[in-house]
């Protein structure tokens, strides 16, 4: 296990015992920093960088500014040991997926298998990592069962929370409730955040937003 990767472990964990000093949502995220601790070293991890994550991750970090700008340099430091995944590869295709799917990657840090690659660190069901998303790309809907907390790393980016939109700016958090739909889209410049599930790390996602239109179908499960 390199340097970096403890480095980058230690920062994560430090800024989620941060930000958890706030009440977000009673209970949501109870004892996760105590549990990110708890990790240990995965065995083989396949590395595999993305397209998306070449062109845009080095401007992101480069334009990081707010309290954790430390986290976005130790990502960046260890960016190549991290196995960079492509979304939802096996969705069905359309206007929606084909641009979102090659603009957008997520790489884990910290849980189980995570669909059926390793992290470099092994916690028990809770998935910890990063995201990547180009400019003027939107995450179509989508909800799921665990909680999830983000925090913006760099980037002004336009979420979508239930039916109300909001601008989150870097130092800035998200909190998604259970099966609480959500959608973000990048404006000008690549987004860069940090995510955390506290649990269920390979629960299914729903996207009800790909729904034929007149909703007479279930919504897409990933």
């Known amino acids: 296990m390199s340097e970096a990767l403890e480095r980058l472990a230690s920062e994560f964990i430090a800024v989620v015992d941060d930000v958890l000093l706030d009440d977000l949502g009673p209970g949501l995220f109870a004892g996760l920093p105590a549990r990110l601790r708890e990790r240990s070293r995965s065995g083989r991890v396949e590395r595999r960088m993305q397209p998306v994550v070449d062109t845009w991750l080095t401007r992101a970090v480069d334009a990081s500014t707010g309290p954790w700008t430390g986290l976005a340099r130790a990502l960046l430091a260890a960016s190549a040991e991290l196995d960079w995944i492509v979304s939802y590869p096996h969705l069905e295709r359309s206007a929606a997926v084909d641009a979102f799917r090659p603009n957008y990657s997520f790489a884990a840090l910290m849980g189980p298998a995570f669909r059926g690659r390793n992290p470099p660190f092994h916690a028990d069901d809770l998935l910890a990592g990063f995201s990547i998303q180009a400019p003027h790309v ?55 955040t940090w995510v955390c599930w506290p649990r269920g790390a390979d629960s299914h996602v729903y996207m ?15």
């Open 138 to 192: 939107t995450y179509p809907a989508h909800h799921h069962e665990p909680p999830e907390l983000y925090g913006v790393l760099s980037g002004t980016i336009d979420w979508q929370i239930g039916e109300t939109w909001h601008t989150k700016s870097p130092g800035e958090l998200a909190v998604h409730r259970s099966h609480e739909s959500h959608s973000m889209r990048t404006t000008d410049e690549p987004t860069l």
């Open 208 to 222: 009800p937003s790909m729904d034929p239109a007149d909703n007479t179908m279930p919504p897409t499960v990933y």
